[in-house]
């Protein structure tokens, strides 16, 4: 008898995560009915730099209120974009030194600095699922000041200080876009992207001072989507204040709120999952909550990229 052994290697595996995100972008008669909790998206700028191509992460200034910070997708240098509500560039910075391997979320949170505010960048893109470890890099974060704004992707001004994080699964490579960091303790939350099956929840502490070993994040369980199209995560977001927690795929927006302020945050993950609508995004692959934590942000790959806004009611 001939036995015939089928094994899917990680480019096969590769193309079938490729064809599930068409499947997701070409679903907008999908009939998931949305949160009655915020309003109807709104478009309100479109980003004016054009070397934003594929906005892969997204997070609200904690220095300078209005103002909002986005990366590149895998393909770029190792680039932070800062734009303001209007869409208008307040300045391009590079993280010297560093390759851009497969950047694909940010965050913002506290760090080793008292009183001082740090953006966190996710080298955490796998999609062949081979790395040893990812990183996350931990920048303090700029505050621009008059002319910054004629800074470039070819004339950028430079980060050097920052810090090299590196960490891995406690059971084996993973594919993941979406990098929360808590607001008042600083763990780091990654959940990754799963074409089949319901995403999974890790968590770590980060240590306040990068001393060059590998940190094991810990495995906190999964969530289930209330999608069709299961865990395609590509991006998720904690709201300043620490209550709630919101995840976006190709399709739309999924949000947990916590019961009350004062509850433990690790109740987040069993409370019920409400969907929203995101309005229409040619790839969105970045969101995060504004400032006051009153309305949701996205972006879309493209260029120019549009910046949508999705208030609470």
Excluded at 56 to 80: C, E, I, K
Excluded at 86 to 105: C, F, P, Q, T, Y
Excluded at 201 to 227: D, F, K
Excluded at 256 to 267: H, I, M
């Amino acid at each position: 008898m001939l036995v015939c052994a089928v094994v899917l290697s990680a480019s096969v595996l590769f193309l079938l995560r490729r064809r599930a995100q068409a499947v997701l972008r070409n679903a907008a008669s999908a009939t998931i009915p949305a949160s009655s909790s915020y309003r109807t998206p709104r478009r309100i700028a479109t980003l004016k730099d054009t070397a934003i191509k594929e906005s892969s992460g997204l997070v609200a200034s904690r220095q300078t209120p209005g103002m909002y910070w986005t990366h590149n997708d895998s393909g770029d240098g190792p680039f932070l974009y800062a734009f303001d509500e209007r869409g208008r560039s307040r300045g391009v910075w590079k993280l010297n030194g560093i390759k851009a391997r497969d950047w694909e979320a940010m965050s913002a949170g506290p760090g080793p600095g008292p009183k001082k505010n740090y953006l966190y960048v996710g080298d955490i893109g796998d999609n062949g699922q081979r790395r040893a470890d990812i990183i996350i890099y931990r920048v303090p974060e700029p505050v621009p000041v008059a002319g910054d704004e004629l800074s470039t992707k070819r004339k950028p001004l430079l980060a050097t200080s920052f810090e090299t994080l590196r960490l891995r699964y406690p059971d084996g490579p993973h594919d993941a876009e979406a990098l929360l960091i808590h607001p008042r303790n600083g763990k780091v939350y990654l959940i990754t992207k799963q074409v089949f099956g319901n995403p999974h929840i890790y968590e770590a502490t980060l240590p306040l001072v990068s001393l060059g070993e590998t940190l094991t994040l810990s495995h906190l369980g999964e969530l289930e989507i209330p999608s069709m199209f299961g865990g395609i995560i590509t991006d998720g977001a904690i709201s300043p204040d620490g209550t709630r927690v919101v995840f976006c795929d190709y399709l739309r927006g999924y949000e947990l709120v916590l019961k009350s302020a004062n509850a433990d945050f690790k109740t987040i993950w069993k409370q019920p999952m409400t969907t929203i609508d995101l309005g229409s995004r040619q790839q969105g692959e970045a969101i995060t909550y504004r400032l006051d934590g009153r309305a949701l942000l996205v972006t879309s790959e493209g260029s120019p990229a549009p910046l949508l806004q999705i208030e609470r009611r």
